[in-house]
């Protein structure tokens, strides 16, 4: 099971997933396929518009992916929200596989 946990504060959005789906066999595994290309499609967006002066934290690892960002640059804000909103879209099609951590 993969769980997500977003926080969104005056200065600053947080994004944390952890874990492995289990919604196949691994390297068949769709869910977790899908969000660690939108975890890594979100990063390597971030280093290539040059924007990790507004990065706060970002790790990139097997089964984890942390990403913390200065809210105060609307191109930055847009792609958390775009990560965002792809993470909640995978949660609604796959609920047994991916929950949002409280």
Known sequence: MT???IERKTNEALIEIK???GAGTSGHDVVCAAI???????ANLIDKLDLR???LDLVCEDGYFRLQVK???HVVLGIFDNL????IELH???????KMKK
């Open 71 to 73: 809210t105060d640059n």
């Open 19 to 21: 874990g492995h789906a």
């Open 36 to 42: 660690s290309t939108a975890c890594y499609m979100t």
């Open 84 to 87: 965002e909103e792809h993470i």
């Open 53 to 55: 002066y507004n990065i």
């Open 3 to 5: 769980t997500y946990y």
């Open 92 to 98: 609604n099609q796959y609920p047994k596989y991916l």
